[in-house]
């Protein structure tokens, strides 16, 4: 390149700042005057970094494919020759645009899901979430009067869509939350700003959430760590988890865990206990010869007899929780710590609640000599201890009011026996003979209230919870949007697959 050149390219790229410059101050100035029209000026006072938007809805980010239809021009002989820009460009836009499409047609509910519908709005407020606080994009939006007819828009330039795909595939689990909540809520008092014929509200109702409302989130993120970190109540955490249970949803667990593989665990967790781990058994009784040093006259044997323990929450507001802590207070083989609420005092259910212990004697015969009462090398339970017990809730923070109990099996048997013991306990709050009978009366409920669906197979027969999410990606695709999905997409179903599809 000459010097003159070189010049004229580099005016060009100052013209292009200066132009990009202006465009944006046309575009910021604009996005104020719209949410000065809505005297929803606090849309430019939110942090968007208040939360972390992590990179595990689940979902993967890989192109989608290419359309075959591009434009073209002419030659001088006529021949139809295709214009490399325009074709890359168009190239570009379709494969953004069925990205968008494709991503939002994996949300929906099945068909006959009576929360089809419902499951419509909540991605249409979580697409409102995303364009709400981009300024070239509220400036669009303008031109529209919903979701459907701006996504519908076949004609969209490349830089439009990829700020769309690029607002709606970031959006943290705490603006899923926040989308949830728009569509859900029946308090429609409060700031607010419109976005494509959609309420986007400033702040969170605060209401309680029916338990079919956690799919719609599920749905969107597959993360069930990630999901924890926008309950704010053990209740909410207890409503989640007994939703992710009961729908059979594969979620995944990056840290914490709801599916620990014990056989019991799930109808524990089900009745409403939060544990924070369900550790394997390790061994609870050994004796060791140890060399107690020149100055003894021999070796020491020692003798340790451990404990098995669990760290759970339970809720306030459960009368039932009260009951099966009451149940675990009366049964022979466990100790029981607990408080209730961050200002409550601790209560025991023996004077010492203790892990281990240990006895010494000169010989190992001489170790059944001396009681264990006597003891004074005891691990007792602590009073902070119970701070274990709180579950991790809004923001990775822990929930401190709840009724934290920290439960020792002084008994035989391993974890899993221990898990069984309090499975029976439960069944005792319940009032049923076994496991499956617990799961019945916890499930029966929420399937009489429609917050759990069944689907009946005719053929074989059988009953089965219905998926959160349409099992036929293409049909999916086909309602949503009107119009089947390009052949080459539909030719290759596994770009739909979902990341946590390996977990």
Known sequence: MDFGHKAFWESLVKKRAEVERFLYYVETRAYQLILQAQNALWVLDRDPDVHESGDCSGYDDESLGRDASFHSIESDRGAAIEDPLEAVLREKSVEFLEKIRSRLARYCAPSVSRYHDERLEVIYAYVRRGIFTEPALMFLSQSYDSVMALLGDDNLDLVTLEKIWNAVKTLCVHD???????????????????????????????????????????????????????????????????????????????????????????????????????????????????????????????????????????????????????????????????????????????????????RHARSRSALASVPWEKTRAVVRCEDDDLEEAQPSGWSHEKIADCLMVVLVDGGEGNMGDFVRKLVEIWCQVYHVKEKKELYCALETPFIEAGELEQCTCGRHEITFTLPIMHGDVMSAYESLWGTPPPPWLAENPNRFRLATDSF
């Open 176 to 358: 899923i939350r926040d989308a949830v909540d728009d569509v859900l809520r029946t308090n429609d008092e409060g700031d607010y700003v419109m976005v494509l014929g959609g309420k986007v509200f400033k702040e969170a109702s605060g209401e309680e959430w029916p338990l079919h409302a956690w799919g719609h989130m599920m749905a969107i993120y597959h993360c069930y760590s990630c999901l924890r970190t926008t309950c704010k109540t053990v209740d909410e955490v207890i409503a989640m988890t007994r939703y992710t249970l009961f729908s059979q949803t594969p979620l995944s667990q990056s840290y914490l865990k709801y599916d620990y593989g014990f056989d019991g665990a799930k109808e524990l967790i089900l009745a409403g206990f939060i544990p924070s781990d369900i550790p394997l058994s390790s061994p609870r009784h050994s004796i060791i010869c140890t060399d107690s040093g020149s100055q003894s006259f021999g070796p020491m044997w020692e003798e340790t007899k451990r404990n098995l323990s669990l760290y759970g929450a339970l809720s306030l507001n459960d009368a039932k929780a009260q009951a099966f802590v009451n149940g675990c207070i009366r049964h022979p083989d466990l100790m029981v710590m607990l408080r209730k609420g961050a200002d409550g005092r601790v209560i025991r259910s023996r004077p010492v609640v203790w892990t281990s212990r240990k």
